[in-house]
C-alpha cells in the first residue's frame, strides 16, 4: 500500500487548491480512506480528520472546521483521492496527509484509526 500526496502550496486567504492522493497496491472498493492535517506545533497524534470516505464508496464526512469549503472525491480510474479546497483561511495553514485503512473505521476523525499514510503536502494560506 503507498499514497503519494501532491498539490499543496502557498495560498492567499480566500483562494483555493487542489490536494491529491496517488494511490497504488490497493483500490477504494474496500477501503476507508480520507485526508488529515497536522497544524504547525501539533504532535502527529494531534492529526485533525478533515474528510474521509467510508469503505466501499459509503457516508463522506466532514469536520466542522472545513464543511461548505472543503471538498473530497475519488477518481477510480486514476486510483486517486482528491481534497477540493476554497476560501481558504490561515487557520488551514498544515502539512495534510491522506491515509486509508482496510475495510472500515469506526471513527473517520481518529489517526489512529488509520494504518497507511502518504508523505504529507505542505498548505500554507497567508492573511
Known amino acids: 500500500v503507498q499514497l503519494v500526496e501532491s498539490g499543496g502550496g502557498w495560498v492567499q486567504a480566500g483562494g483555493s487548491l487542489r490536494l491529491s492522493c496517488a494511490a497504488s497496491?490497493?483500490?477504494?472498493?474496500?477501503?476507508?480512506i480520507g485526508w488529515f492535517r497536522q497544524a504547525p506545533g501539533k504532535e502527529p497524534k494531534e492529526r485533525e480528520g478533515?474528510?474521509?470516505?467510508?469503505?466501499?464508496?459509503?457516508?463522506?464526512v466532514y469536520a466542522d472546521s472545513v464543511k461548505g469549503r472543503f471538498s473530497i472525491s475519488v477518481d477510480r480510474a486514476q486510483n486517486t483521492l482528491y481534497l477540493d479546497m476554497h476560501n481558504l483561511e490561515p487557520e488551514d495553514t498544515a502539512v495534510y496527509y491522506c491515509?486509508?485503512?482496510?475495510?472500515?473505521?469506526?471513527?473517520?476523525?481518529?489517526?489512529?484509526?488509520?494504518?497507511?499514510w502518504g508523505q504529507g503536502t505542505q498548505v500554507t494560506v497567508s492573511a
Open positions: 491515509a486509508t485503512e482496510y475495510i472500515e473505521v469506526n471513527n473517520c476523525y481518529d489517526p489512529y484509526e488509520f494504518d497507511y
Open positions: 497496491g490497493f483500490t477504494f472498493d474496500d477501503w476507508a
Open positions: 478533515v474528510s474521509c470516505i467510508r469503505s466501499g464508496g459509503g457516508d463522506t
